[in-house]
């Protein structure tokens, strides 16, 4: 299964995106679902996530306040909306599915994975 980020591209600090995840195919209206991000030379870190039904949300503490995650499940899509994007916000952005119905931080929590979208913030 094989999700589909997009969205992504080149936005000066202080701009604002949004990201889509979609699944061709497959519908995931039962599971969480999460956004993680790469930046070059670190780490995937966990971005946000949404439960099954949208009624629980996360998000790392560097984006809260930010970035607002939401989902369609009509349309099996899920929505990072990103504002105030700073530099360090540069990176490869994931969506991910939950095994489970509820929000989780952790990549271990998550079965299937999209190929990213880059988003990279000029200062």
């Known amino acids: 299964v094989q999700l589909q980020a997009s969205g992504g591209g080149l936005v000066q600090a202080g701009g604002s995106l949004r990201l889509s995840c979609a699944a061709p195919g497959r519908t995931f209206s039962n599971n969480g679902m999460g956004w993680f991000r790469q930046a070059p030379g670190k780490e995937r870190e966990f971005v946000a996530s949404?439960?099954?039904?949208?009624?629980?949300?996360k998000y790392a503490d560097s984006m809260k306040g930010r970035f607002t995650i939401s989902r369609d499940n009509a349309k099996n899509t899920v929505y990072l909306q990103m504002n105030s994007l700073k530099p360090e916000d540069t990176a490869v952005y994931y969506c991910?599915?939950?095994?489970?119905?509820?929000?989780?931080?952790?990549?271990?929590?998550?079965?299937?994975w999209g190929r990213g979208t880059l988003v990279t913030v000029s200062s």
């Open positions: 949404i439960s099954w039904r949208g009624q629980a949300t």
């Open positions: 991910a599915a939950a095994r489970g119905a509820w929000a989780d931080s952790s990549r271990g929590a998550y079965e299937y």
